[in-house]
């Protein structure tokens, strides 16, 4: 019925709606009023305004800047919007500012040898610039890199994109080097560059005399990970153990459990797994290979259709998350009480599960009519979207300005209302029925090309490019030792290989719910399996880049 209001809307609702100055200073700073601030930059107001609004902005993010470049009279920003997104092609620029705002180790990896040279004599007044590109420009320029200072290496190594640390730093680091940046915070990202790169087998070798005694959660475990798949499951152990020790999230420890099991199944890793408060795929495995029963699962449900808050207020969501951070266990109960409505599940739900300190799930089914249609497969992949996405919360606005229920980007969203021949308000993302309706004409489009709820969730959240690259030139999600599982932890964007893990622990809780029950060793089971799981293993496709997805 809500979808059937919105349809009947008069057009001049579906416009862009007006926001103002004086309502914007009315919201307090966060980045719901950032998402509103970089809509106000796109409207029709005077250098004056634009300035008072930049003031207000809580977390400033090259989206706002850009807009706000546009009506500023203030030069310095148009000038640095406008260069940062020069490509490597016009480079050097004309002004050497401009060429010091645009350059990056991946830019000058992509320019000629004339051009490269040219732009380090442009740019000789920034010397810490001039430094790495005199490196980078080199014909053997791992020689120098690994006896540079840590901060030069980094810039380049992280920086310099994937075919030319391929082609030029395949080397072993040196003792020396590894001393020197071992404790660096930015040797995480180094690790898991190398790691997850199946190309760099000579840093790889390198890696195994890392000493693991200072490292974090994240190093260890990709270092593990390398000793495991270079035959040293004893190394490996004891990277394990470092990663078990300095591991903050529940979910993280039993990532490493999980992985400890692999290599010792008779220790008692497993027990313990099965015995986690937290639920996720690791853990689900645990007690199915031990034939426990699955955890504690509350699906709530109430007659009431509405309660007394506006879901798709996303200052309303705000005001009461910050209720919800400050408030003990006891009276964060008292105030989930208050939300027992169909309309604010999601709400209760959340606040339960953090009263609860999250020892109950909590697996909503709000918006059964959005899911009208379905059959049961694609409703469990959109409610376990749903769930990870938001926790079913339809005024949600991320720190990137994702929307709604379902997270849709605003570009997203311009997408798919053109295919759907709709002109809709950004805002109208926040009507949970129609935000369900955006994602689906998403889903039908990314279930054209993936059929596993992993790969569709990477692509939900990566891109379906990043997810056919993913498939077809990482060399991942082949038949192997310890394989689907090792592909799962050597998926390179980090946002997506978590996201990818904790989608499908939910999509096998709702299988379960609906009736469908599925095991989780069935559904990793067939990730080897292309004719089972993507069309672009299987057969050849092509892919309109105009049509990716978030």
């Not at 891109?463 to 592909?487: D, H, N, Q, V």
Request: charged share 25%; net charge positive.
């Amino acid at each position: 019925m809500r979808r059937l209001l919105w349809l009947l809307l008069p057009a001049a609702v579906w416009g862009s709606r007006p926001i103002t100055l004086e309502w914007l200073s009315l919201k307090p700073r966060s980045y719901a009023k950032d998402f509103y601030i970089w809509r106000y930059f796109d409207q029709n107001i005077t250098a004056a305004q634009a300035d008072a609004a930049f003031y207000q902005i809580k977390s400033v993010n090259w989206k706002l800047i850009d807009r706000y470049a546009k009506k500023t009279n203030k030069p310095g920003f148009a000038t640095v919007s406008r260069c940062r997104r020069l490509p490597a092609s016009k480079l050097p620029a004309a002004d050497s500012s401009c060429s010091a705002v645009a350059i990056s180790p991946w830019k000058f990896s992509k320019l000629s040898l004339e051009k490269k040279f040219a732009l380090i004599k442009q740019l000789g007044g920034y010397p810490d610039m001039a430094a790495w590109m005199d490196i980078m420009a080199q014909k053997h320029p791992h020689y120098d890199l690994f006896t540079a200072d840590a901060d030069t290496f980094f810039q380049v190594f992280n920086r310099c994109g994937s075919d030319w640390r391929e082609k030029y730093l395949n080397h072993p680091l040196p003792p020396a080097l590894l001393k020197k940046i071992v404790t660096k915070p930015a040797f995480t990202q180094t690790i898991k560059l190398i790691v997850t790169d199946a190309k760099l087998t000579r840093l790889q070798n390198s890696l195994l005399g890392v000493d693991p005694s200072r490292l974090h959660h994240r190093a260890a475990f990709f270092l593990a990970l390398n000793a495991l798949r270079l035959g040293h499951p004893a190394l490996a152990e004891i990277y394990l153990a470092r990663a078990y020790k300095t591991a903050w999230f529940r979910f993280d420890k039993d990532k490493v459990l999980f992985w400890r099991w692999q290599i010792d199944p008779k220790k008692k890793y497993l027990k313990e797994l099965a015995e986690s408060f937290d639920l996720n795929i690791y853990s689900l495995f645990a007690r199915e290979k031990l034939n426990l029963p699955f955890p504690k699962i509350e699906s709530p449900h109430f007659e009431k259709e509405k309660c007394a808050f506006d879901v798709q207020d996303p200052f309303a969501w705000l005001r009461l998350l910050r209720k919800i951070k400050k408030s003990d266990p006891s009276t964060l109960a008292g105030l989930a009480n208050s939300f027992r409505c169909a309309d604010t599940i999601g709400h209760y739900a959340f606040m339960m599960e953090r009263a609860e300190k999250y020892r109950t799930h909590y697996f909503p089914i709000p918006y059964p009519e959005s899911l009208g249609g379905l059959n049961t497969d694609e409703k469990a992949l959109v409610l376990a979207l749903a769930r990870q996405e938001s926790r079913f919360i339809p005024a949600s606005i991320s720190p990137s300005y994702a929307l709604g229920m379902m997270q849709i980007m605003p570009f997203l969203v311009k997408a798919l209302a053109k295919q759907r021949h709709e002109t809709v308000d950004l805002d109208a993302m926040f009507d949970p029925d129609l935000n369900v309706a955006y994602a689906r004409t998403h889903l039908r489009y990314l279930t054209r090309y993936l059929y596993h709820p992993l790969f569709i969730a990477y692509a939900y959240n990566g891109g379906i490019g990043f997810t056919k690259r993913l498939l077809t030139k990482k060399g991942l999600f082949k038949k192997g030792a310890y394989e689907p599982w090792m592909s799962m932890e050597m998926v390179d964007y980090d946002e997506s290989r978590r996201y990818g893990k904790k989608v499908l622990a939910n999509y096998i809780v709702y299988k379960r719910m609906l009736g469908e029950p599925v095991t989780v060793e069935e559904v990793v089971g067939t990730l080897t399996s292309p004719s089972r799981t993507d069309r672009f293993r299987s057969r050849s496709s092509s892919v309109s880049p105009k049509s990716a997805g978030k």
